[in-house]
Nanobody
Framework: QVQLVESGGGWVQPGGSLRLSCAASGSIFSIYAMGWYRQAPGKQRELVAR???????NYADFVKGRFTISRDNAKNTVYLQMNSLKPGDTAVYYCNIHQSGVDYWGQGTQVTVSS
């Protein structure tokens, strides 16, 4: 089994920054993609950023130039550095691991951007 624990969410003013972390544990066998998704009230869950096992990056258009995803394989941890946050970024952010065709999800961490 795979467990993912997110941290780093909270409340910030527009233009502020947050750094999300997600530590994975359990039955991880190294070759997997990691990513961040978010879901706002009344909306579908959407991709924010993804980093493959070969460190190939993929960002949603609405975060390009503002967010940076990275991973530390030695720690089985993925990070999301979020800068220039906007009210539209308000959502629950979920960590994801895609391994052997199976998606694993964290419990989610709330990010709120408001004045």
């Amino acid at each position: 089994q795979v467990q993912l624990v997110e941290s780093g969410g909270g409340w910030v003013q527009p233009g502020g920054s947050l750094r999300l972390s997600c530590a994975a544990s359990g039955s991880i066998f190294s070759i997997y993609a990691m990513g961040w998704y978010r879901q706002a009230p009344g909306k579908q869950r959407e991709l924010v950023a993804r980093i493959s096992s070969r460190f190939i990056l993929n960002y949603a258009d609405f975060v390009k130039g503002r967010f940076t995803i990275s991973r530390d394989n030695a720690k089985n941890t993925v990070y999301l550095q979020m800068n220039s946050l906007k009210p539209g970024d308000t959502a629950v952010y979920y960590c994801n691991i895609h391994q052997s065709g199976v998606d694993y999800w964290g419990q989610g961490t709330q990010v709120t951007v408001s004045s």
